[in-house]
């Protein structure tokens, strides 16, 4: 480690999980036709995008940042529910006294319990936040995995769903009729995804019930790195924040 830091040491980059000053970052990503042709942001290959020294990637580093700018949820207490965590934001978020943190899927081994995001075994009204990102894109059943998510938070809770994002299409892209992994890798970009999604993304966390609040990161650059994109950030991508409604008192 102390090696790879001295190598990758500059002052171009600063990486917020592990605090290291590098000079570069690693290209990282896919790189099949298609997410080039549709100008997919989240996915498709990027130069500047790994941390070096521990692997956090564009993404990873935004949902860190935008959860310490723009939430207190490193501050109040809450409980959360994170899908699929990423490995630097889960050990971030497990050492905070403040959560009562739960990570989850379907297929990883080493989250705490097993769960289907179409079919979750929480009651109603669980958790105060819920992150679940990079996942709907896999879900052939995303509508019904969003109502799920949308059933399972807090009346004022929110949720942070960020999927790769077409920015050509008008309209989500996908064709159940494309089932093998070779065929999805052209059609949708990666071996086990069943679509790209377009701008009408809002419309179906809308149709579930959400508020959906969308952060571009470059209207606050005093926090996100800066005009020198100093954390690496993807420049296209946004933060999608769907919130559920507080209920209404009954006198």
């Not at 939430?71 to 959560?99: M, Y």
């Not at 299409?169 to 999805?184: F, G």
Request: proline share 4%; charged share 25%; net charge neutral.
């Amino acid at each position: 480690m102390a090696c790879k830091k001295l190598y990758f040491f500059g002052f171009r980059y600063e990486c917020p999980f592990c605090h290291s000053y590098l000079r570069s970052l690693l290209p990282f990503g896919l790189n099949f036709p298609v997410l080039k042709e549709k100008r997919v942001v989240g996915g498709g290959y990027r130069l500047d995008c790994l941390c070096p020294i521990c692997n956090s990637f564009d993404r990873e580093r935004l949902l860190y940042l935008y959860l310490a700018n723009q939430t207190d949820v490193f501050e109040k207490p809450a409980k959360l529910l994170h899908v699929a965590p990423e490995e630097r934001l889960k050990n971030l978020l497990c050492s905070k006294t403040n959560l009562d943190y739960l990570t989850a899927d379907l297929f990883q081994k080493t989250v705490m319990v097993k769960m289907d995001i179409t079919d979750i075994q929480f009651p109603e009204n669980s958790f105060d936040i819920i992150l679940c990102n990079h996942i709907l894109e896999h879900v052939i059943d995303d509508r019904k995995a969003m109502a799920e998510l949308y059933r399972v938070l807090k009346p004022g809770g929110w949720a942070i769903l960020q999927v790769p994002m077409s920015l050509s299409l008008s309209n989500t892209y996908e064709d159940s009729s494309i089932t093998s992994p070779a065929d999805r890798e052209t059609a949708f970009g990666q071996n086990d995804h069943v679509r790209i999604y377009a701008g009408d993304y809002l419309t179906r966390l809308a149709d579930a019930g959400f508020n959906v609040d969308v952060f571009k990161w470059t209207d606050d650059m005093k926090n996100f790195g800066g005009t020198g994109n100093r954390y690496g950030l993807n420049e296209d991508e946004c933060v999608y924040r769907a919130n559920k409604k507080q209920t209404l008192r009954k006198d």
